[in-house]
């Protein structure tokens, strides 16, 4: 495995989560949720262009887990790609939260474009409302990661359709859980709201990775691999 894809692995998701995330943050009363959603959307679609033929730019535990699951990708890679997603989501955070830091009056505690239901959500989702939502929209995300990508690397108009899922699940996910879709995008700003954002961080790590490993038998199933191909 290649110390540049873990390099990749690790800026891309700093990127997703400080770009992301900071649209949420920083311009909630300026974009509004079909803002956020593009945000995303692009961020993706940006990244997937600059990175995925090196790393294949997954940025999120969820897509690895579906890779892996696919044998598309073995465990070696698929356990360095997560530590460097997580490490990655992390850094991204922090910068996120020291620039909120510099805007007077932000509240950051509890929130920072954090995921929640209940309270938490826009709609006042229940828990089990968020993790079918949570589910579902993942589920979406991986499969179409799968279906458009060839083995690892995102080549051609690949990174069209994958930014393109990514703010259409947003659209419908911000105003029930505000999206999480991605372990590593819900545990950066979790760290650094507290409170309810990390009690109920639990769901949006659970809830993608079951959605990713069903996206990933449902792919096997609707693409089968030919069976002399090898993992990458």
Known sequence: MERRA??????????????????????????????????????LLALAYSLGAISGC??????????????RIDVKRAVGYWIAQFLGCIAGAALLYLLAKQVPGLQTHDKFGSNGWGDRSVVGIN????????VMLTFLLVFVVLAVTHRLAVTGFDGLPIGLVLAVVHLVGIPLTGTSVNPARSLGP???????ALNQL?????APLIGGLIAAATHMVTHPQPRHEHLT
């Open 6 to 43: 873990l390099i990749c692995e690790f800026l891309g998701t700093l990127v997703l989560v400080f770009f992301g995330v900071g649209s949420a943050v920083l311009g909630k009363p300026y974009l509004g949720v079909v803002g956020i959603a593009l945000a995303f959307g692009f961020v």
């Open 127 to 134: 828990t089990g409302g968020a993790f079918l939502a949570e």
């Open 58 to 71: 997954h940025v999120n535990p969820a897509v690895t887990l579906g890779f892996l699951v696919a044998r």
């Open 190 to 196: 979790a760290l650094f709201a507290g409170g309810d």
């Open 202 to 206: 639990w769901l949006f790590i659970v």
